[in-house]
C-alpha cells in the first residue's frame, strides 16, 4: 500500500527557513522518485523538487533553485525539503509525490500523493 505523509508545514517570515518531511511505506520509498509540488489558492498544481528513488539525481523547480534542498533519508524512509530565504510567493500548500517519470514536472503523470501540507510565508 502506498502511504505519503507530509510534516513540518507552518509559519515563517519571509526570509526565514523551514524543513518538510515526507514519511513513505518502504515499498514506496524504494521504488518511486519521491518529490514536492505546490498549490497555491487560485493557481494550478506546480512541480517544486524531485529525487529518484536511487537519490542519484535531483531537479528543482527554477524559482526554489539555490534556496531549496531535496534530501533522502534512508534509514527512515523519508524525504526532505529544505527551505531557506522563503519568499512570500511560497506559500502553498506543499504535497509530497511518488511518481515513475524523472523529472515528473506534469502533476498529471504523479502515481501518488500525500494530504498536503500548509506553508504559509509572511512579511
Known amino acids: 500500500q502506498v502511504q505519503l505523509e507530509e510534516s513540518g508545514g507552518g509559519s515563517v517570515q519571509a526570509g526565514g527557513s523551514l524543513r518538510l518531511s515526507c514519511a513513505a511505506s518502504e515499498d514506496t520509498f524504494n521504488n518511486y522518485n519521491l518529490g514536492w509540488f505546490r498549490q497555491a489558492p487560485g493557481k494550478e498544481r506546480e512541480f517544486v523538487s524531485v529525487?529518484?528513488?536511487?537519490?542519484?539525481?535531483?531537479a528543482y523547480a527554477d524559482s526554489v533553485k539555490g534556496r531549496f534542498t531535496i534530501s533522502r533519508d534512508n534509514a527512515k524512509n523519508t524525504v526532505q525539503l529544505q527551505m531557506n530565504n522563503l519568499k512570500l510567493e511560497d506559500t502553498a500548500v506543499y504535497y509530497c509525490?511518488?511518481?515513475?517519470?524523472?523529472?515528473?514536472?506534469?502533476?498529471?503523470?504523479?502515481?501518488?500523493w500525500g494530504q498536503g501540507t500548509q506553508v504559509t510565508v509572511s512579511s
Open positions: 529525487i529518484t528513488w536511487t537519490g542519484v539525481s535531483t
Open positions: 509525490s511518488a511518481g515513475v517519470i524523472f523529472p515528473g514536472t506534469d502533476p498529471s503523470k504523479i502515481a501518488y
